[in-house]
């Protein structure tokens, strides 16, 4: 009861379960995301399914107009995912993102993105906007509003991590921190117990771990890290070296053979012409021999 609020195997126990798991796979992704690493998206994106995704569609809570919150959270990680993808890589899944400067535009933006996003929580309610609005003044509907507030500006703030906006960092601190002291504070204004402990571990993490990468992205990227101009040539380099060092070797050795083979034509063709001149000369010599004697025995 004190983990989740409500009977084990209840529809609100396991609605409540899959978002405690959600909460934990943001925090581990913000801490990816803090190292500027690519697995920080999927730990996010992994949260989202887990998380409001998956109790829009889980059976017995058959709201789909949940939907509409739980899509926009999905662009989020998407559109974030597909930002860091265009710096360049300094080792397997860590990028170069640089901080992006302060835009006036860039924080109008973000406001309009989180109220839309905000409101989209709600679901069906949207369908009739003055009942929805009207909400606004009643105290019992602080703790939604507030609650999903602190959602859209958690979604938003994802989304511009995915270009380089430090100050995103401190939006996602600020959205774990409401998070945090609205699960504290709900069951005691209402009187219904304790905090759902569980809940609250995972909204602090998601906190703490925003309160990191803000730190972490303080600290700018090298333009050319030591490790990445140490790093040796990769396994297929040096196996083609290899290859065309052996290759090398091959034409070199066929090469000498070649000239050893023109080199030994070359003397058996002088030794044939050497032996050739000197049967020439043998058969001249013979020849004088042979018209002296005949000459001899006419005298």
Do not use: H
């Not at 949940?66 to 995912?81: E, F, K, S, W």
């Not at 105290?139 to 939604?144: D, G, R, S, V, W």
């Not at 996602?172 to 069951?187: D, I, M, V």
């Amino acid at each position: 009861m004190t983990l989740t609020g409500a009977e084990a195997g209840t529809t609100t126990a396991t609605v409540f379960l899959l978002t405690m798991l959600s909460s934990l796979f943001l925090a581990v992704g913000n801490v990816f995301l803090a190292r500027r690493n690519d697995l920080g998206w999927w730990f996010y994106l992994l949260g989202i399914f887990a998380g409001p995704l998956f109790v829009a569609l889980y059976p017995g809570q058959n709201d789909y107009w949940l939907l509409l919150g739980a899509v926009p959270q999905i662009i989020a990680g998407a559109l974030g995912l597909w930002g860091f993808s265009r710096y360049s890589l300094r080792g397997r899944y860590t990028r170069r993102v640089n901080n992006a400067g302060f835009s006036v535009a860039a924080l109008i933006l973000f406001v309009v993105l989180v109220l839309v996003v905000t409101l989209l929580q709600f679901g069906q309610a949207i369908t009739a906007p003055r009942v929805l609005f009207s909400t606004l003044g009643n105290p019992a509907m602080l703790t939604p509003w507030l609650n999903a507030l602190c959602t859209g500006l958690l979604t938003v703030s994802v989304a511009y991590l995915g270009f380089g906006v430090r100050w995103a960092w401190g939006a996602l601190a600020l959205a774990g921190a409401g998070l945090s002291a609205l699960t504290t504070l709900q069951p005691l204004l209402s009187g219904s117990g304790e905090p759902l402990f569980g809940l609250l571990f995972g909204y602090v993490l998601i906190f703490v771990t925003a309160a990191y990468g803000l730190l972490a992205w303080g600290t700018p990227v090298p333009a050319a890290e030591p490790e990445d101009k140490q790093e040796g040539p990769s396994d297929d380099e040096l196996d083609l070296a290899e290859a065309e060092r052996v290759i090398a070797a091959e034409d070199a050795e066929k090469d000498a053979r070649a000239k050893d083979a023109g080199a030994d034509a070359s003397l058996a063709d002088e030794a044939t012409l050497e032996g050739e001149a000197n049967a020439e000369a043998g058969q001249a010599a013979s020849g004088t021999e042979e018209s002296e004697a005949v000459e001899a025995k006419r005298d």
